[in-house]
C-alpha cells in the first residue's frame, strides 16, 4: 500500500475516533449537566450506544444481550489478525479485571468482560477460543455472520473497514482498521462509559470500581 494511501487510511481512523468522542462528550454533558463523569448516575444514562445482539461465542452457543442480564459488561471489538492494538487492549483489559477482582471481589463478580470480533470472515468460535487462551479466561469471544457483526459495530458506533494487501491478493491477506476502546454497559445494557484502549489497567479498574453499583 502506498505511503499516501496509508495516511490517508490513517487520518480515516482518527477522525472517525475522534468523532465517537465528541458524540459521547457532548451527550454526556447534555445528559449530566456540569456533573464530572465520576459523578453520573446509572438510572440517568441516555447515551445512544450499544443495543441487541444475537452473536456467536467460542464455544459456537449463540449469545444475546440478554445472556448478559443483570451484569455489566465490558466490551473490546477488534480481530483475531490484530499485530499489536487488540493484543494490547486485552491485555489491559485482562489486568484491569484481575485487579478489580483483588480490591472488589463482589463487584468484579458482576462484570462480564467480551471481546467482539469485527472480522467475521477469519474470526470463527474456534479461532477466537485459540486466540482468547493467552488471555484473561473470564474474557467470552463474540463473532458472527458478517450482518451480525454489522449490526452490532453500528449499534455501538464502532468504526471498522477492511484494508486489502496490495502486496498480496490472496482472499484472507487483509487488515482492520478499527476504533478502538472500552465500553462499559450496565445491568440494563445501557452505556455508562469508555475507556481508550491505551488507559493504564489500574485507572480502568479504578473507574470500573466506582461505576458498579
Known sequence: MSQKK?????????IASLGLLVVLGLLIFEMQG????????????????GGDFTLIDQTGATRTQADFAGRYMLIYFGF??????????????????????????EKAARLQPLFISIDPQRDTPEALAEY???????????TGSPAQIDQTIKAYRVYAAKVPNQADQAAESYMMDHSSFFYLMDGNN????????????????????????
Open 80 to 105: 483475531t489478525y490484530c499485530p499489536d492494538v487488540c493484543p494490547m487492549g486485552l491485555d489491559i483489559m485482562g489486568a484491569a479485571i484481575e485487579q478489580l477482582t483483588a480490591s472488589a471481589p
Open 6 to 14: 496509508l495516511t490517508a487510511r490513517r487520518l480515516s481512523l482518527m
Open 34 to 49: 456540569r456533573t464530572p463523569p465520576q459523578e453520573i448516575q446509572l438510572s440517568q444514562s441516555r447515551v445512544d450506544v
Open 132 to 142: 482468547l487462551k493467552y488471555f484473561n479466561r473470564n474474557i467470552i469471544g463474540l
Open 190 to 213: 445501557q452505556f455508562v462509559a469508555h475507556f481508550d484502549h491505551a488507559t493504564p489497567a489500574e485507572k480502568i479498574a479504578a473507574a470500573l470500581g466506582k461505576l458498579i453499583r
